[in-house]
């Protein structure tokens, strides 16, 4: 579908390291105005990255908190209205479940024709919670990075990983505009890189990590804690060895560095043999269809209709949830920890 001529690719087709013709393609934006809707956690990094990067950034915000720091940090704050009339660029970087009625109130009545949405994840385009008008381009910057590391980095002169995908090209130069505007959040400075990307995907890998392994870390440490317990562990030993000292985060930084499994010979044999031969017995066939299934029900939408029902009705079992976990005795038992250590 796109011939992405404008790119120096790197070991995949896929892969962006850097723009070739970067003068070129910054003429498409440089003379835009961007409005970035939201100033919380990625909305503040990528505004400041931007304007930092020379680009004409207004923000859109209603008028509490996030709006004062914006102004406090040198941006004009207009009201969301405002803000997408003057621009010629908006980025909605509001949280996904607000976006839909935020965008058909206040962005999508002023959005100006030839001008381009940029989300940050898949999630409202590809399941069509919001519609962006036809006279409009839609893209996606989506960094696998926190916004807090967004900045930080861009600050070093670093870049961080994003997935990318034109949803839809109205104007010639959406493509353009797409890889300017990688370039200019940071993402493409050294050790930075773009994926080539789609909605579908991004939605997919994303939900999927939450619904899957995310998820499952957390339960499978609880259920790890009330076993080691019940066989005589101290509470203490064991919020240590989960993750209370702070080893996980080095294991992780391996895995990061070094790869998955290359990251075991940083272990004792004892610990990679027992890795090894232990670790398939909790992922079996079984387990593998269960992840399909939930990935079937995140692609057709099924999970997109339970949230937002559970949205619609008052998030009740959702808080019930979270009182249900918040209960649990290693809550308590961790708090405790956390105090003595410092942390809280």
């Keep these: 579908m796109l011939l992405w001529r404008s790119v120096s690719q790197g ?33 503040r990094s990528q505004a400041l990255n931007m304007r930092d990067s020379g680009l004409s950034v207004v923000i859109g915000n209603v008028e509490d908190g996030y709006a004062e720091r914006a102004r406090q940090e ?51 385009h590809f399941f069509h919670t919001l519609e962006v008008p036809e006279h409009a381009n839609v893209l996606m910057i989506a960094p696998r990075m926190i916004g807090f590391g967004v900045r930080e980095r861009f600050l070093r002169g670093q870049g961080f990983p994003v997935l990318i995908a034109l949803g839809r090209s109205y104007t010639e130069d959406a493509q353009s505009q797409l890889l300017a505007l990688t370039d200019a959040i940071g993402a493409l400075k050294p050790g930075g890189l773009a994926v080539l990307s789609s909605f579908r995907e991004e939605v997919l890998v994303d939900l999927l990590s939450e619904q899957t392994w995310a998820g499952a870390l957390l339960f499978f440490f609880r259920a790890y804690y009330e076993v080691a317990t019940e066989l005589g562990a101290s509470p203490e030993a064991v919020l240590l060895e989960l993750y209370a000292s702070g080893e996980l985060v080095e294991i992780a930084r391996s895995i990061m560095d070094e790869g998955l499994f290359k990251q075991l010979r940083n272990h004792s044999h004892t610990s990679q043999y027992g890795q090894l031969t232990r670790g398939p017995i909790f992922v079996d066939q079984e387990v593998k269809g269960t992840m399909r299934q939930i990935a079937l029900k995140i692609l057709d939408g099924s999970f997109a ?39 809280i």
């Design 11 to 43: 070991f995949m087709e896929r892969i962006i390291t850097r723009l070739d013709n970067r003068e070129e393609l910054w003429k498409f934006i440089a003379e835009k105005r961007i409005a970035v809707i939201g100033y919380g956690n990625q909305g």
């Design 305 to 343: 209709k339970e949230w937002a029902l559970e949205q619609q009705t008052g998030l009740i079992h959702f808080k019930k949830l979270q009182e249900i976990a918040s209960e649990h005795p290693m809550e308590k038992e961790e708090a405790k920890l956390y105090r003595t250590l410092g942390r």
């Design 74 to 124: 040198g941006f004009e704050v207009f009201s969301i209205e405002r803000a997408t009339k003057e621009a010629d660029i908006v980025f909605m970087l509001i949280p996904d479940e607000v976006q839909p009625a935020v965008f058909r109130a206040s962005v999508e009545p002023y959005l100006k024709r030839g001008g381009s949405v940029v989300f940050a994840s898949g999630y409202n």
